[in-house]
């Protein structure tokens, strides 16, 4: 089989360190043959709740799941728990995974929990993952970069407003970009943020869109401008998680031959 071939020396983590693997968005087919592999050999896994969670039910039953939540706006696990966790089940002499959707290190706080297990002299390895700020759109048929529409993209977070004290994007400049915005966790600021980019410049009828649940079986996706988006996304009453898409590239539809 084809994880047997891959299943070598370079895929043995040893006992009594920590993996982050990202699971990638969506549904269990998109993580990675190495996150795979490091999930399989698992003593622990402390997993979050965009994890692929169906992958949990083929682990072996020694393996040890621990739910690590975080909610938006709900019940979450605090980030100082889950540090202690990974360093406790490590020093333990445990294989410990722990499993993210999308990629750990993009608004995955994954580096905080590298330097929680640095301080405990718990050595981590990364599987780098799949990130929703790509796949999302994707899975939607949005590429975020087009020949011809756009040179690059640009991904920030929406968990602040715009005008919130504690945000540090510069949202006027990215409404002078040129670039497609890929707006992750901004679900609540979806409003705030396209009036922000209107007055500094942005087109009102700038294309945008919203996929929401990207990768699984309920996805769903809206097709607006910079003007009516936020309005549809309340309208058809979306909730995270759920991405946006701003630029020329959120109006492309593939035409049938």
Known sequence: ?????????????PA???TLVGGGPGQNGRITVDGLIALQRADVVVTDHLAP???????????????????????ATPQETINRLLVEHAGAGRRVV??????????????????????????????????????GPAVAGIPVTHRGSTQGFTVVSGHLPPDHPGSTVDWSALARGGTTL??????????????????????GDTPAAVVADAGHHDQRQLRGTLDSIAADAEAAAIQPPAITVIGAVAALRPEPR
């Open 53 to 75: 969670r169906g992958l949990l039910d083929h682990l072996p039953p020694h393996v040890t799941v621990i739910d690590a939540a975080k909610h938006p706006r709900g019940p």
């Open 1 to 13: 089989m084809l994880l047997d071939a891959l299943d070598d020396t370079r895929h043995v983590r």
């Open 98 to 135: 722990r499993l993210k959707g999308g990629d750990p290190f993009v608004f995955g706080r994954g580096y905080e929990e590298i330097e929680a297990c640095a301080a405990a002299g718990i050595a981590v390895d990364v599987c780098p993952g799949v990130s929703s700020a790509i796949a």
């Open 182 to 203: 890929v707006v992750l966790m901004g679900v609540a600021t979806l409003g705030a943020i396209t009036a922000k980019l209107r007055a500094s410049g942005l087109p």
């Open 16 to 18: 009594g360190t920590v």
